[in-house]
């Protein structure tokens, strides 16, 4: 038997309910429910971890538990558009030179500056250096999930949610 079989059969009763439950929190409390369905699969991980089928009610742990990712999802929003903020203006006042040349320059590095900050805030740190493995420094795939030893058509799920966010924000520019 399944060493996890316990979390396959909660996840096939509660997964749509916590779904909701992070699609309305988000929608309250950022107007983003892109993010819900990674914020339910987080929890999914945690109660693996956590291994929460000794408790009384698994169900009540999993709603808690996407409640409080949701809210550390809109507190890092709210950070991450203060650093890009405090960051914006102080490439702005650090300005020295201003030609014509140099301000069209830093228009285009801010441009490329703010992009960078909105996938950065867009994505989580683990999103972002899978990200960089996979497309940048092209790790293979299969050597990426045994890294992290996670299934390779689970990562390959991952990275598909990922482009889809990029298409997402790319659309939005």
């Known amino acids: 038997m399944n060493r996890y ?39 999914f991980l945690l109660a693996a971890e956590k291994d929460i089928r000794r408790l009384d009610n698994p169900l009540a742990w999993l709603m808690k538990t996407t409640s409080n990712l949701c809210l550390q999802r809109m507190d890092r929003a709210k950070r991450d558009t203060g650093k890009q903020q405090r960051f914006i ?48 420094e092209g790790v293979p795939i299969e050597s990426l999930a045994a890294e992290l030893d996670v299934p390779v058509n689970r990562l390959k799920v991952k990275i598909h949610r990922i482009r889809k966010k990029l298409e997402k924000i790319r659309r939005d520019v």
């Open 89 to 136: 203006q102080h490439k702005l006042d650090n300005s020295a030179d201003r030609s014509v040349y140099a301000v069209e320059r830093q228009e285009s590095e801010t441009d490329i500056l703010l992009w960078m900050l909105m996938l950065e805030q867009s994505l989580s740190p683990d999103e972002w250096e899978l990200l960089r493995k996979y497309c940048l």
């Open 5 to 43: 079989h316990w979390l396959e059969d909660l996840h096939a009763a509660h997964y749509a309910t916590l779904l909701r439950l992070a699609q309305n929190r988000l929608r309250r409390l950022t107007g983003n429910i892109d993010d819900a369905e990674d914020v339910v699969q987080d929890a």
